[in-house]
Protein backbone atom coordinates (compact mmCIF):
# COMPACT_ATOMS: atom_id res chain seq x y z
CA UNK A 1 0.00 0.00 0.00
CA UNK A 2 1.47 3.40 -0.59
CA UNK A 3 2.27 5.69 2.24
CA UNK A 4 -0.40 8.62 2.24
CA UNK A 5 0.99 12.23 1.91
CA UNK A 6 1.05 14.33 5.17
CA UNK A 7 -2.08 16.39 4.24
CA UNK A 8 -3.83 13.06 2.89
CA UNK A 9 -6.17 10.61 4.27
CA UNK A 10 -6.69 7.13 3.08
CA UNK A 11 -10.71 5.81 2.70
CA UNK A 12 -10.49 2.28 3.14
CA UNK A 13 -14.30 1.45 4.65
CA UNK A 14 -17.13 2.68 2.53
CA UNK A 15 -20.65 1.32 2.98
CA UNK A 16 -23.75 2.81 0.93
CA UNK A 17 -26.84 2.81 2.75
CA UNK A 18 -29.96 3.50 0.56
CA UNK A 19 -32.82 1.46 2.78
CA UNK A 20 -33.63 4.40 5.05
CA UNK A 21 -35.41 3.52 8.40
CA UNK A 22 -38.23 6.42 7.66
CA UNK A 23 -40.23 6.43 4.36
CA UNK A 24 -39.52 10.03 3.75
CA UNK A 25 -35.78 9.76 3.52
CA UNK A 26 -34.82 8.96 -0.01
CA UNK A 27 -31.28 10.36 -0.23
CA UNK A 28 -28.31 7.10 0.50
CA UNK A 29 -26.05 7.63 2.60
CA UNK A 30 -22.17 7.13 2.13
CA UNK A 31 -19.98 6.47 5.12
CA UNK A 32 -16.40 7.07 5.02
CA UNK A 33 -14.10 5.94 7.96
CA UNK A 34 -10.79 7.83 7.18
CA UNK A 35 -8.42 5.39 7.94
CA UNK A 36 -5.55 7.63 9.44
CA UNK A 37 -4.28 8.71 12.93
CA UNK A 38 -7.73 11.05 13.39
CA UNK A 39 -10.35 7.87 13.11
CA UNK A 40 -12.53 9.91 12.15
CA UNK A 41 -16.10 8.76 10.61
CA UNK A 42 -18.13 11.39 8.58
CA UNK A 43 -21.52 10.37 7.38
CA UNK A 44 -23.13 12.50 4.39
CA UNK A 45 -25.68 12.15 1.78
CA UNK A 46 -25.16 12.95 -1.55
CA UNK A 47 -27.33 15.52 -1.71
CA UNK A 48 -24.99 18.08 -0.27
CA UNK A 49 -21.55 19.50 -0.81
CA UNK A 50 -19.31 21.11 1.09
CA UNK A 51 -16.09 22.96 0.92
CA UNK A 52 -14.98 22.44 4.32
CA UNK A 53 -16.34 23.65 8.32
CA UNK A 54 -15.90 27.24 7.55
CA UNK A 55 -17.46 27.29 3.72
CA UNK A 56 -20.86 26.34 3.52
CA UNK A 57 -21.14 27.39 0.65
CA UNK A 58 -24.25 25.33 -1.78
CA UNK A 59 -22.02 23.54 -4.16
CA UNK A 60 -25.03 21.44 -5.89
CA UNK A 61 -27.98 19.33 -4.44
CA UNK A 62 -29.21 15.85 -6.27
CA UNK A 63 -31.23 13.55 -5.19
CA UNK A 64 -30.16 10.18 -5.03
CA UNK A 65 -31.41 7.14 -6.41
CA UNK A 66 -34.54 8.76 -7.67
CA UNK A 67 -34.34 11.86 -9.91
CA UNK A 68 -37.83 12.38 -9.38
CA UNK A 69 -37.78 13.09 -5.70
CA UNK A 70 -37.64 16.95 -4.64
CA UNK A 71 -34.15 18.54 -3.42
CA UNK A 72 -33.95 19.06 -0.12
CA UNK A 73 -33.24 22.89 0.51
CA UNK A 74 -29.54 24.19 1.18
CA UNK A 75 -28.39 24.51 4.68
CA UNK A 76 -27.93 28.06 5.67
CA UNK A 77 -24.73 29.58 5.03
CA UNK A 78 -24.12 30.13 8.80
CA UNK A 79 -24.53 26.47 9.50
CA UNK A 80 -21.86 25.21 11.10
CA UNK A 81 -19.87 21.56 10.35
CA UNK A 82 -20.71 20.34 13.48
CA UNK A 83 -24.24 21.21 13.83
CA UNK A 84 -25.46 19.78 10.72
CA UNK A 85 -26.59 16.49 11.71
CA UNK A 86 -30.38 17.05 11.02
CA UNK A 87 -29.32 17.77 7.22
CA UNK A 88 -27.49 14.45 7.26
CA UNK A 89 -23.65 15.24 7.99
CA UNK A 90 -22.44 14.55 11.00
CA UNK A 91 -18.44 13.87 12.07
CA UNK A 92 -17.56 11.55 15.00
CA UNK A 93 -14.75 10.09 15.96
CA UNK A 94 -14.66 6.47 16.41
CA UNK A 95 -12.75 6.76 19.37
CA UNK A 96 -10.10 3.74 18.24
CA UNK A 97 -6.42 3.93 19.13
CA UNK A 98 -5.75 2.07 15.93
CA UNK A 99 -6.97 2.22 12.56
CA UNK A 100 -10.86 1.13 11.75
CA UNK A 101 -10.45 -1.51 9.54
CA UNK A 102 -14.37 -2.05 8.59
CA UNK A 103 -17.45 -0.64 8.63
CA UNK A 104 -21.15 -2.42 7.59
CA UNK A 105 -25.00 -0.96 8.10
CA UNK A 106 -27.42 -3.08 9.21
CA UNK A 107 -30.16 -3.95 6.63
CA UNK A 108 -32.46 -0.58 7.97
CA UNK A 109 -29.58 1.72 7.88
CA UNK A 110 -30.16 2.58 11.40
CA UNK A 111 -26.89 0.77 13.24
CA UNK A 112 -23.15 0.57 12.34
CA UNK A 113 -20.42 -2.22 12.90
CA UNK A 114 -17.09 -1.39 12.83
CA UNK A 115 -14.32 -2.91 13.62
CA UNK A 116 -10.46 -1.55 14.60
CA UNK A 117 -6.59 -3.31 14.42
CA UNK A 118 -6.64 -2.08 18.18
CA UNK A 119 -9.15 -5.73 18.67
CA UNK A 120 -12.27 -3.74 19.58
CA UNK A 121 -15.81 -3.74 17.73
CA UNK A 122 -17.91 -0.76 18.29
CA UNK A 123 -21.58 -0.20 17.43
CA UNK A 124 -22.86 3.17 16.77
CA UNK A 125 -26.97 3.59 16.68
CA UNK A 126 -28.90 6.42 14.48
CA UNK A 127 -31.63 8.76 15.74
CA UNK A 128 -32.85 11.65 14.34
CA UNK A 129 -29.38 12.22 12.60
CA UNK A 130 -27.37 11.63 14.76
CA UNK A 131 -25.15 8.93 15.46
CA UNK A 132 -24.44 7.81 19.22
CA UNK A 133 -21.93 5.35 20.63
CA UNK A 134 -23.77 1.72 21.68
CA UNK A 135 -20.92 -0.58 23.26
CA UNK A 136 -17.11 -1.22 22.73
CA UNK A 137 -15.64 -4.09 23.52
CA UNK A 138 -12.49 -6.26 22.81
CA UNK A 139 -13.49 -8.65 20.22
CA UNK A 140 -10.57 -10.81 19.67
CA UNK A 141 -6.92 -11.02 20.66
CA UNK A 142 -5.59 -9.57 18.00
CA UNK A 143 -6.66 -7.19 14.89
CA UNK A 144 -10.13 -7.42 14.30
CA UNK A 145 -10.07 -8.13 9.90
CA UNK A 146 -13.74 -7.56 9.32
CA UNK A 147 -17.64 -7.78 10.98
CA UNK A 148 -20.86 -7.72 9.28
CA UNK A 149 -24.47 -7.52 10.79
CA UNK A 150 -26.44 -11.06 9.75
CA UNK A 151 -30.18 -10.40 9.42
CA UNK A 152 -32.18 -8.36 11.76
CA UNK A 153 -34.91 -10.83 11.47
CA UNK A 154 -33.31 -13.14 14.26
CA UNK A 155 -32.01 -10.78 16.46
CA UNK A 156 -29.30 -8.26 16.19
CA UNK A 157 -26.19 -10.77 15.41
CA UNK A 158 -22.97 -9.66 13.97
CA UNK A 159 -20.08 -11.87 12.99
CA UNK A 160 -16.41 -11.11 13.37
CA UNK A 161 -13.23 -12.53 12.09
CA UNK A 162 -9.64 -11.75 13.40
CA UNK A 163 -5.88 -12.06 13.31
CA UNK A 164 -6.12 -14.60 16.04
CA UNK A 165 -7.73 -17.01 13.54
CA UNK A 166 -11.35 -16.74 14.83
CA UNK A 167 -14.93 -16.21 13.66
CA UNK A 168 -17.29 -15.15 16.03
CA UNK A 169 -20.56 -14.66 16.17
CA UNK A 170 -22.00 -12.00 18.74
CA UNK A 171 -25.59 -11.41 19.92
CA UNK A 172 -26.65 -8.23 21.33
CA UNK A 173 -28.48 -8.39 25.35
CA UNK A 174 -30.95 -5.40 25.95
CA UNK A 175 -31.04 -6.04 29.05
CA UNK A 176 -27.33 -4.74 30.07
CA UNK A 177 -26.81 -1.11 30.46
CA UNK A 178 -25.17 0.81 26.86
CA UNK A 179 -21.62 1.47 26.64
CA UNK A 180 -20.26 -1.40 29.68
CA UNK A 181 -18.56 -3.64 26.92
CA UNK A 182 -21.20 -6.50 27.99
CA UNK A 183 -24.01 -5.74 25.68
CA UNK A 184 -22.69 -8.28 22.69
CA UNK A 185 -22.31 -11.54 24.07
CA UNK A 186 -20.04 -14.25 22.29
CA UNK A 187 -22.73 -17.67 21.25
CA UNK A 188 -19.97 -18.95 19.26
CA UNK A 189 -16.91 -19.45 18.27
CA UNK A 190 -14.38 -21.34 16.10
CA UNK A 191 -10.76 -21.24 14.58
CA UNK A 192 -9.92 -21.60 10.97
CA UNK A 193 -8.70 -25.12 9.94
CA UNK A 194 -4.51 -24.87 9.07
CA UNK A 195 -4.22 -22.16 11.98
CA UNK A 196 -4.33 -19.58 8.44
CA UNK A 197 -6.24 -16.36 9.58
CA UNK A 198 -9.75 -15.66 7.86
CA UNK A 199 -9.54 -12.34 6.21
CA UNK A 200 -13.24 -11.98 4.62
CA UNK A 201 -16.64 -12.89 5.71
CA UNK A 202 -20.27 -12.45 4.39
CA UNK A 203 -24.23 -13.33 5.57
CA UNK A 204 -26.51 -14.49 3.29
CA UNK A 205 -30.03 -14.03 4.46
CA UNK A 206 -29.55 -11.15 5.83
CA UNK A 207 -32.02 -9.07 3.38
CA UNK A 208 -34.80 -11.93 3.49
CA UNK A 209 -36.57 -13.64 6.23
CA UNK A 210 -37.91 -16.24 4.55
CA UNK A 211 -34.67 -17.63 3.82
CA UNK A 212 -31.70 -19.63 5.54
CA UNK A 213 -28.52 -17.65 6.97
CA UNK A 214 -25.32 -18.83 5.71
CA UNK A 215 -22.01 -17.25 6.54
CA UNK A 216 -19.03 -17.63 3.72
CA UNK A 217 -15.60 -17.01 5.19
CA UNK A 218 -12.61 -17.05 3.45
CA UNK A 219 -8.33 -17.63 4.83
CA UNK A 220 -5.38 -15.66 3.68
CA UNK A 221 -4.71 -18.52 1.49
CA UNK A 222 -7.64 -18.60 -0.01
CA UNK A 223 -9.48 -21.54 1.64
CA UNK A 224 -13.32 -20.74 1.19
CA UNK A 225 -15.55 -22.45 3.93
CA UNK A 226 -19.74 -22.30 4.01
CA UNK A 227 -21.31 -22.60 7.25
CA UNK A 228 -24.69 -22.73 8.06
CA UNK A 229 -26.58 -22.54 11.50
CA UNK A 230 -28.44 -26.04 12.74
CA UNK A 231 -30.83 -23.36 13.77
CA UNK A 232 -32.14 -20.05 12.56
CA UNK A 233 -33.34 -18.57 15.70
CA UNK A 234 -30.33 -19.55 17.91
CA UNK A 235 -27.17 -18.90 16.28
CA UNK A 236 -25.06 -20.85 19.01
CA UNK A 237 -24.55 -23.82 16.71
CA UNK A 238 -22.99 -24.07 12.68
CA UNK A 239 -22.14 -26.70 10.61
CA UNK A 240 -19.79 -26.66 7.79
CA UNK A 241 -21.48 -27.00 4.36
CA UNK A 242 -18.79 -26.81 1.92
CA UNK A 243 -15.03 -25.79 1.87
CA UNK A 244 -13.11 -25.87 -1.37
CA UNK A 245 -10.07 -23.71 -2.47
CA UNK A 246 -10.15 -21.17 -4.75
CA UNK A 247 -6.62 -20.95 -6.34
CA UNK A 248 -3.18 -21.78 -5.97
CA UNK A 249 -2.51 -21.11 -1.88
CA UNK A 250 -0.30 -17.91 -2.69
CA UNK A 251 3.48 -18.44 -1.34
CA UNK A 252 4.84 -17.68 2.41
CA UNK A 253 5.30 -13.89 2.43
CA UNK A 254 3.58 -13.53 -0.55
CA UNK A 255 0.87 -10.21 -0.49
CA UNK A 256 -1.88 -12.18 -1.22
CA UNK A 257 -5.42 -10.74 -1.71
CA UNK A 258 -9.28 -12.19 -1.33
CA UNK A 259 -12.75 -11.64 -0.40
CA UNK A 260 -15.71 -12.87 -0.28
CA UNK A 261 -19.60 -11.76 -1.42
CA UNK A 262 -22.88 -12.88 -1.62
CA UNK A 263 -25.75 -12.05 -3.82
CA UNK A 264 -28.27 -10.39 -2.15
CA UNK A 265 -30.99 -11.03 -4.32
CA UNK A 266 -33.21 -14.39 -2.89
CA UNK A 267 -32.72 -16.10 -5.96
CA UNK A 268 -30.76 -16.08 -9.43
CA UNK A 269 -31.73 -14.00 -12.34
CA UNK A 270 -35.22 -15.20 -14.38
CA UNK A 271 -32.52 -16.17 -17.38
CA UNK A 272 -30.47 -18.53 -14.76
CA UNK A 273 -33.67 -20.09 -13.65
CA UNK A 274 -34.47 -20.72 -17.48
CA UNK A 275 -30.80 -21.84 -18.18
CA UNK A 276 -31.62 -24.78 -15.85
CA UNK A 277 -30.13 -22.94 -12.33
CA UNK A 278 -32.07 -24.57 -9.46
CA UNK A 279 -34.50 -21.56 -8.32
CA UNK A 280 -33.20 -21.51 -4.74
CA UNK A 281 -29.37 -21.61 -5.82
CA UNK A 282 -27.19 -19.94 -3.64
CA UNK A 283 -24.59 -17.56 -5.44
CA UNK A 284 -21.02 -16.07 -4.39
CA UNK A 285 -18.35 -14.12 -5.98
CA UNK A 286 -14.69 -14.18 -3.91
CA UNK A 287 -11.94 -12.26 -5.08
CA UNK A 288 -8.98 -14.66 -5.65
CA UNK A 289 -5.33 -12.70 -5.80
CA UNK A 290 -6.04 -11.41 -9.58
CA UNK A 291 -9.04 -12.72 -10.44
CA UNK A 292 -12.93 -12.88 -9.30
CA UNK A 293 -14.68 -16.06 -9.43
CA UNK A 294 -18.65 -16.92 -9.36
CA UNK A 295 -19.69 -20.35 -7.45
CA UNK A 296 -23.23 -21.28 -7.32
CA UNK A 297 -24.79 -24.19 -6.33
CA UNK A 298 -26.53 -26.77 -8.58
CA UNK A 299 -29.11 -29.10 -8.00
CA UNK A 300 -27.24 -31.32 -5.17
CA UNK A 301 -26.00 -27.94 -3.23
CA UNK A 302 -22.57 -28.14 -4.66
CA UNK A 303 -20.78 -25.34 -5.24
CA UNK A 304 -19.28 -25.11 -8.52
CA UNK A 305 -17.12 -22.79 -10.49
CA UNK A 306 -19.98 -20.90 -12.60
CA UNK A 307 -17.75 -17.62 -13.78
CA UNK A 308 -13.85 -15.90 -13.81
CA UNK A 309 -13.79 -12.49 -13.95
CA UNK A 310 -10.30 -11.87 -15.34
CA UNK A 311 -8.67 -8.71 -16.95
CA UNK A 312 -7.06 -7.31 -13.54
CA UNK A 313 -3.31 -6.37 -13.29
CA UNK A 314 -2.45 -7.01 -10.13
CA UNK A 315 -4.44 -8.12 -7.18
CA UNK A 316 -8.11 -7.51 -6.30
CA UNK A 317 -8.80 -5.75 -3.01
CA UNK A 318 -12.55 -5.88 -2.64
CA UNK A 319 -15.90 -7.19 -4.75
CA UNK A 320 -19.84 -6.31 -4.68
CA UNK A 321 -22.73 -7.90 -6.16
CA UNK A 322 -25.51 -5.63 -7.12
CA UNK A 323 -28.84 -6.16 -6.48
CA UNK A 324 -32.23 -6.80 -8.54
CA UNK A 325 -29.85 -9.35 -10.77
CA UNK A 326 -32.97 -11.35 -10.37
CA UNK A 327 -35.64 -8.88 -12.08
CA UNK A 328 -32.94 -7.59 -14.53
CA UNK A 329 -32.00 -11.11 -16.13
CA UNK A 330 -28.64 -10.70 -15.55
CA UNK A 331 -26.00 -9.91 -12.49
CA UNK A 332 -23.38 -7.39 -12.18
CA UNK A 333 -20.37 -7.52 -10.19
CA UNK A 334 -18.05 -4.40 -9.29
CA UNK A 335 -13.74 -5.59 -8.62
CA UNK A 336 -11.49 -2.92 -7.11
CA UNK A 337 -7.67 -3.30 -7.74
CA UNK A 338 -4.34 -2.85 -6.95
CA UNK A 339 -4.36 -1.66 -10.09
CA UNK A 340 -5.95 1.60 -9.58
CA UNK A 341 -9.09 0.15 -11.85
CA UNK A 342 -12.69 -0.21 -10.68
CA UNK A 343 -14.34 -2.87 -13.18
CA UNK A 344 -17.68 -3.96 -13.58
CA UNK A 345 -18.58 -7.07 -15.12
CA UNK A 346 -21.80 -8.72 -16.26
CA UNK A 347 -22.64 -11.97 -15.91
CA UNK A 348 -25.18 -13.68 -18.14
CA UNK A 349 -26.75 -17.53 -18.60
CA UNK A 350 -27.34 -17.98 -22.34
CA UNK A 351 -30.35 -20.57 -22.66
CA UNK A 352 -30.59 -21.41 -25.85
CA UNK A 353 -30.61 -25.11 -26.90
CA UNK A 354 -26.89 -25.74 -27.26
CA UNK A 355 -26.38 -23.82 -24.16
CA UNK A 356 -28.80 -25.62 -21.95
CA UNK A 357 -26.13 -28.70 -21.84
CA UNK A 358 -24.82 -29.19 -18.40
CA UNK A 359 -21.27 -28.27 -17.93
CA UNK A 360 -18.65 -31.02 -18.78
CA UNK A 361 -17.00 -33.11 -16.08
CA UNK A 362 -13.41 -32.77 -15.80
CA UNK A 363 -11.17 -35.25 -15.23
CA UNK A 364 -9.41 -33.16 -12.33
CA UNK A 365 -12.67 -32.36 -10.67
CA UNK A 366 -13.85 -36.46 -10.32
CA UNK A 367 -10.36 -36.82 -8.70
CA UNK A 368 -11.18 -34.08 -6.58
CA UNK A 369 -14.97 -35.07 -6.03
CA UNK A 370 -13.63 -38.70 -5.14
CA UNK A 371 -10.81 -37.12 -2.61
CA UNK A 372 -13.26 -34.55 -1.02
CA UNK A 373 -15.49 -38.24 -0.29
CA UNK A 374 -12.60 -39.29 1.10
CA UNK A 375 -11.98 -37.01 3.64
CA UNK A 376 -13.68 -37.27 6.56
CA UNK A 377 -11.75 -34.25 8.91
CA UNK A 378 -11.22 -30.63 8.94
CA UNK A 379 -7.28 -31.42 8.17
CA UNK A 380 -8.03 -33.84 5.28
CA UNK A 381 -10.61 -30.89 3.95
CA UNK A 382 -7.55 -28.78 3.86
CA UNK A 383 -5.10 -31.23 2.66
CA UNK A 384 -7.19 -32.48 -0.01
CA UNK A 385 -7.86 -29.29 -1.34
CA UNK A 386 -4.51 -28.57 -2.20
CA UNK A 387 -5.26 -30.91 -5.25
CA UNK A 388 -7.68 -28.55 -6.35
CA UNK A 389 -5.88 -25.26 -6.38
CA UNK A 390 -6.48 -23.81 -9.11
CA UNK A 391 -10.31 -24.21 -8.43
CA UNK A 392 -10.47 -27.21 -11.32
CA UNK A 393 -11.77 -29.33 -8.38
CA UNK A 394 -15.29 -26.92 -8.69
CA UNK A 395 -15.69 -27.34 -12.05
CA UNK A 396 -18.42 -28.59 -13.79
CA UNK A 397 -18.85 -32.34 -13.51
CA UNK A 398 -22.44 -32.76 -15.18
CA UNK A 399 -24.44 -32.56 -12.19
CA UNK A 400 -28.07 -31.30 -12.77
CA UNK A 401 -28.11 -26.98 -12.19
CA UNK A 402 -24.66 -26.68 -13.62
CA UNK A 403 -25.25 -24.05 -16.44
CA UNK A 404 -22.28 -22.39 -18.57
CA UNK A 405 -22.34 -18.61 -17.66
CA UNK A 406 -20.83 -15.49 -19.83
CA UNK A 407 -19.16 -12.84 -18.64
CA UNK A 408 -18.43 -9.41 -20.24
CA UNK A 409 -16.31 -6.67 -18.65
CA UNK A 410 -18.97 -3.83 -19.06
CA UNK A 411 -16.61 -1.20 -17.66
CA UNK A 412 -13.04 -0.51 -16.65
CA UNK A 413 -13.19 2.78 -14.65
CA UNK A 414 -9.92 4.24 -13.94
CA UNK A 415 -9.92 7.89 -12.09
CA UNK A 416 -8.51 6.87 -9.18
CA UNK A 417 -4.90 8.25 -8.44
CA UNK A 418 -3.89 4.68 -6.55
CA UNK A 419 -4.89 1.66 -5.83
CA UNK A 420 -8.57 0.99 -5.08
CA UNK A 421 -9.14 -0.80 -2.17
CA UNK A 422 -13.56 -0.47 -1.69
CA UNK A 423 -16.48 -0.71 -3.59
CA UNK A 424 -19.74 -1.01 -2.77
CA UNK A 425 -23.43 -1.14 -4.74
CA UNK A 426 -26.61 0.39 -3.30
CA UNK A 427 -28.82 -1.63 -2.34
CA UNK A 428 -30.72 -0.60 -5.54
CA UNK A 429 -27.70 -1.86 -7.37
CA UNK A 430 -27.82 1.28 -9.42
CA UNK A 431 -25.08 2.87 -8.38
CA UNK A 432 -21.63 2.38 -6.94
CA UNK A 433 -19.04 3.75 -4.67
CA UNK A 434 -15.62 3.11 -4.76
CA UNK A 435 -12.71 4.42 -2.48
CA UNK A 436 -8.38 4.33 -2.54
CA UNK A 437 -5.21 5.15 -1.98
CA UNK A 438 -5.84 9.12 -3.64
CA UNK A 439 -8.00 9.55 -0.39
CA UNK A 440 -11.19 9.84 -2.14
CA UNK A 441 -14.57 8.30 -2.55
CA UNK A 442 -16.24 8.26 -5.95
CA UNK A 443 -19.98 7.57 -7.21
CA UNK A 444 -21.04 5.77 -10.05
CA UNK A 445 -23.91 5.53 -12.44
CA UNK A 446 -24.81 3.54 -15.77
CA UNK A 447 -26.10 6.35 -17.87
CA UNK A 448 -28.54 5.85 -20.78
CA UNK A 449 -26.42 4.49 -23.24
CA UNK A 450 -25.22 2.05 -20.68
CA UNK A 451 -21.94 3.84 -20.23
CA UNK A 452 -20.62 3.81 -16.13
CA UNK A 453 -20.10 7.28 -15.56
CA UNK A 454 -18.47 8.98 -12.35
CA UNK A 455 -21.08 11.47 -11.28
CA UNK A 456 -19.63 12.54 -8.46
CA UNK A 457 -16.50 12.59 -5.75
CA UNK A 458 -15.47 13.44 -2.28
CA UNK A 459 -12.30 14.26 -0.67
CA UNK A 460 -11.71 14.32 2.89
CA UNK A 461 -8.19 15.67 3.51
CA UNK A 462 -6.40 16.74 7.22
CA UNK A 463 -8.67 19.48 8.05
CA UNK A 464 -11.38 17.67 7.36
CA UNK A 465 -13.05 19.23 4.21
CA UNK A 466 -15.71 18.26 1.28
CA UNK A 467 -15.47 18.51 -2.08
CA UNK A 468 -18.03 17.16 -4.16
CA UNK A 469 -18.73 17.60 -7.67
CA UNK A 470 -21.50 16.46 -10.05
CA UNK A 471 -20.44 16.94 -14.10
CA UNK A 472 -22.49 19.58 -16.06
CA UNK A 473 -23.47 16.67 -18.54
CA UNK A 474 -24.97 14.61 -15.70
CA UNK A 475 -26.33 17.48 -13.36
CA UNK A 476 -29.60 17.71 -15.25
Known sequence: MANPSPTQDLIFPIEIDSAPSTPSAKDAYVTAWLSSSSNTA????????????????FRSSTPFPDSSSPRPEPPAASTSLGKMATNGFQPFSSANEDIVTTVHYNLYGTRQVTASSDKTIRVFDEKDGVWTLVDTWTAHDAEVRDAKWSSPFWGQIIGSIGEDMKFKVWQENAEE???????????????????????????????????????????????????????????????????????TPPSRGEETGFKVCFSPDPSPSFNAVMAGLPKDSISLVAGAMNEAKVYRTDSKNQYFLAATLTGHRDLVRDVSWASSGEAKGFDLIATACKDGRVRI?????????????????????????????????????????????????????????????????VAELA??????????????????????????????????????????????????????????????
Request: include cysteine.
Open 42 to 57: IVYPNSYALRSSTDTT
Open 177 to 247: AKNTGRRFQCIYSHSAPAQVPYVSLDFKGKHHPSHDTFVALISRTGYLEIYQPDDNEAFSVWQRVDAFQVC
Open 345 to 409: FKVETPHNNTDYARLPQTSAAAAAQDAARNTSSMIGAELASVSRATGAGRAGNGTPGQVKHHVTM
Open 415 to 476: SHGGEVWRVTFDRCGSSLASAGDDGKIKMWRQAIGGQWREYSEVTVDTAKEFCLEIPAADAA
